[in-house]
């Protein structure tokens, strides 16, 4: 199992332009989320999925689009990039709700937008 | 609105130190809390997670515990390694697929 995989792990952006950060599991998970991750504030919930079809906002949704048209792949988008949007994102996966909800990340996708 | 604190922020302990790391909640209806690590520009790995069932989970040298009534979790770290160099994080689970996470403890093991 490859497990939760991310592409690209590095990108430079100017800003105004468009990007999809990519995220695919393979463990069958219902749940999958994105994160950013920056210094002295944490990980922060951007958008999460609980199948697919279904998607949600979460702590930090502006700016960025998702959709889950698969059970394996929760793109992440960004429309318009701006320098605020600089940081490192993570994807992460659970199995069912009736499962421990036991989290498993990506390896990260570092994005500076210039 | 449940808060996760890890304290201290950063540590550093000479090796073969048996370490506690901390990390309190202030919801204590939690499901579960994870445990987990993270190296330099690398992702989360999973160590531990112990069910609001268990008192504590154990793998290596690695032990975690929870106290739900007191609102607090520790990692103890026996025999520490120069390479259990890392940050570590907690986070809680409490309802369906909602996580909180500690802002973690940066965690140097000196050779």
């Known amino acids: 199992n490859a497990g939760v995989t991310q592409t690209p792990k590095f990108q430079v952006l100017k800003t105004g332009q468009s990007m999809t950060l990519q995220c695919a599991q393979d463990?069958?998970?219902?749940?999958m989320s994105w994160y950013r991750q920056d210094p002295g504030m944490g990980l922060r919930l951007i958008h999460y999925?609980?199948?697919?079809?279904?998607?949600d906002q979460g702590e930090v949704p502006n700016g960025y689009n998702v959709s889950r048209s698969t059970t394996e792949d929760f793109p992440l988008r960004l429309l318009s990039a701006a320098p605020s949007q600089t940081s490192v994102y993570f994807c992460?996966?659970?199995?069912?709700?009736?499962?421990?909800?036991?989290?498993?990340f990506g390896e990260g996708s570092r994005l500076t937008v210039l | 609105k449940q808060e996760v604190t890890q304290i201290p922020a950063a540590l550093s302990v000479p090796e073969g130190e048996n370490l506690v790391l901390n990390c309190s909640f202030t919801?204590?209806?939690?499901?579960?809390l994870q445990w987990f690590r993270q190296d330099p520009g690398k992702g989360l790995t999973s160590l531990l997670l112990?069910?609001?069932?268990?008192r504590e989970q154990t793998s290596g040298r690695l032990n975690a515990s929870l106290d739900k009534s007191s609102g607090r979790s520790t990692l103890y770290i026996a025999a520490s390694q120069p390479g259990d160099s890392a940050t570590y994080l907690c986070?809680?689970?409490?309802?369906?697929?909602?996580?909180?996470f500690g802002t973690g403890t940066r965690l140097k093991v000196l050779a």
């Open positions: 112990i069910q609001s069932s268990q």
């Open positions: 463990m069958n998970h219902e749940y």
């Open positions: 986070a809680t689970i409490t309802g369906t697929y909602k996580y909180i």
């Open positions: 919801d204590s209806a939690i499901y579960n």
């Open positions: 999925s609980v199948g697919a079809g279904i998607t």
């Open positions: 992460a996966s659970t199995p069912g709700q009736t499962n421990t909800g036991e989290l498993f």
